[in-house]
């Protein structure tokens, strides 16, 4: 997991991302706003094509017709520096029924 802190939010990211095929990929994250833990994931729209292509071939969403995700953030590019960027926008720029809104809240007092 990696960490990541400016003083609106902390950002716990997942996993790292590789650097091949970055634009098949997308990220798991959690987002830490005065002591509440959010948890979403950071897509792109090449990432929902490349699965919604998969799902034609697996059957999956009724062969690759539809795409949903929860808490699902969509991203210009597949970088860390563009997913603390949004973030950083969100919080700034928003309450925090926004991200109530955004995300899903985790219980927890870190």
């Known amino acids: 997991m990696l960490t990541y802190e400016c003083s609106e939010f902390k950002l716990l990211v997942m996993h790292e991302l ?16 005065d002591n509440i833990k959010y948890a979403g994931t950071a897509v792109t729209l ?9 799902f034609r071939a697996s059957g999956d969403c009724q062969f ?24 950083l926008d969100i919080v700034k720029n928003k309450t925090l029924d926004t991200l109530d ?10």
């Open 64 to 87: 690759g017709r539809y795409f949903w995700q929860s808490n699902m953030l969509i991203l210009e590019e597949m970088t860390i520096d563009c997913l603390r960027a949004a973030l």
């Open 101 to 110: 809104d955004m995300f899903y809240k985790i219980n927890c007092d870190s």
């Open 18 to 33: 590789d650097n091949f095929n970055v634009a098949e990929q997308n990220i798991d994250f959690n987002i830490i706003v």
């Open 46 to 54: 090449k990432n929902i094509e490349y699965l919604m292509e998969k």
